[in-house]
């Protein structure tokens, strides 16, 4: 397994580095200082984890950056953001660009960091086992660490509350799901012209990659149901 560290204060980037090793030496790790060198890196690299600080040298939002092109590729890569930034202001942007978590400098220590990385990399080992053993299964499949929709292999771009929307109805393949249901996996706006909202945005987004997809199929007066692609 392949890990990218992209941190452009050398001593810190050693010692996650050497935090890594010490508890998964067989990894691959990759260090990358600015963002044109990661970027290009991920690009063309095809790393499980990355490991990324916001700020590079002047480029103060370069994390942010960096996150929206690992998330273009569409692999699902999980992202741990190091960063001196405030947490309380950070970490709630980090996790909506589906990042796995958000740690700040100076008020974690390696046991903290190494429990964190660990876990991700169960996580990301169980992600690749299961794509390796049916890549081509199913059209849709659903990322098991940050549950990013992909249609065909290629990542469906859509917010949050859509993919509560839709892994609910994919949990319930070929069964009504109602819009009382549906009301339980939002946070805000429970009414059935929010829910009618965000099932258009699904349909967008899939059929930006597909201008055939068919699959969300509208029941009326009760709710919404994921069938079989008919294409």
């Known amino acids: 397994m392949q890990v990218a560290i ?3 204060d050398e001593p810190t980037s050693k010692q996650i580095h050497d935090w890594i090793r010490s508890v ?14 990661a970027e290009a890196a991920i690009s063309c690299g095809d790393y499980d984890l990355v490991i990324l600080d ?17 998330n273009k590729v569409g692999k699902g890569t999980p992202v741990l953001v190091v960063s001196a930034m405030p947490a309380t202001i950070y ?28 876990e991700m990399l169960r996580a990301a080992k169980n992600r690749r ?11 849709l499949t659903i990322d098991p660490l940050q549950g990013a929709p992909f249609w065909r292999g290629k990542r469906v771009n859509v917010p949050l509350t859509a993919q509560r929307i839709l892994a609910a109805l994919y949990a319930r393949k070929g069964e009504v799901v109602s819009y009382d249901e549906l009301f339980a996996v ?24 597909d201008e055939h997809f068919d699959c969300i199929e509208n029941i009326p007066m009760r709710g919404f149901r994921w069938i079989a692609s008919r294409t």
Not at 129 to 139: I, L, V
Not at 191 to 205: D, G, M, Q, V
């Open 129 to 139: 086992q299961k794509t390796s053993a049916a890549p081509n299964s199913e059209e």
């Open 54 to 70: 916001i700020e590079l040298g002047r480029d103060r939002h370069a994390g942010v950056a960096i996150i929206n092109a690992i």
């Open 91 to 118: 970490r709630g942007i980090m996790k909506a660009l589906d990042a796995w978590d958000y740690l700040q400098k100076t008020t974690f220590d390696e046991a903290e960091f190494i429990e964190t990385f660990l």
């Open 6 to 8: 992209i941190e452009d």
């Open 186 to 209: 939002v946070k805000s706006g429970r009414n059935r012209e929010n829910i009618r909202k965000h099932i258009s945005t699904l349909r967008e987004a899939f059929r930006e990659l």
């Open 24 to 37: 998964a030496p067989d990894i691959s790790v990759a260090q990358w200082y600015t963002r044109d060198t």
